[in-house]
């Protein structure tokens, strides 16, 4: 039987270039659409909220960020962050054990990969 270790080095080798690069350096965020006003249902009466929408700029990455803050004073506070876009296949990992050093499997199969296109 293979550890869960081993599942998950293998899913890793079935990961997308794009993937794995966004996993090694993590994603490479910029606005997508600015700030603007929202209605909260159950916020704080009279607060005033703001949402914004940040994108991975990596091609192809999908993925997104929407963030959603309420304006206080002297600061903008972060309420919460939703994720979305991440593609169902060559991206997620499933049954990764706490402790799996995913980062990095993922940086030892970015090193088969490039090893393998300099061999040719």
Known sequence: MASDTEDVATQVE????AALVCRDLRHLWDVRIPYYVVEVEGG???ARYLERIIGCVREPCP???VQLFRVRPE???KIREDYRG???????LHGVP??????????RELVRRTMEEVAG
């Open 98 to 107: 706490r402790g799996a050093r995913v980062l990095e499997l993922v940086r």
């Open 75 to 77: 600061r903008l506070e």
């Open 63 to 65: 993925v997104e960020r």
């Open 86 to 92: 991440y593609p169902k296949e060559g991206y997620s």
């Open 44 to 46: 704080v009466r009279g």
């Open 14 to 17: 079935h990961l997308t270039d």
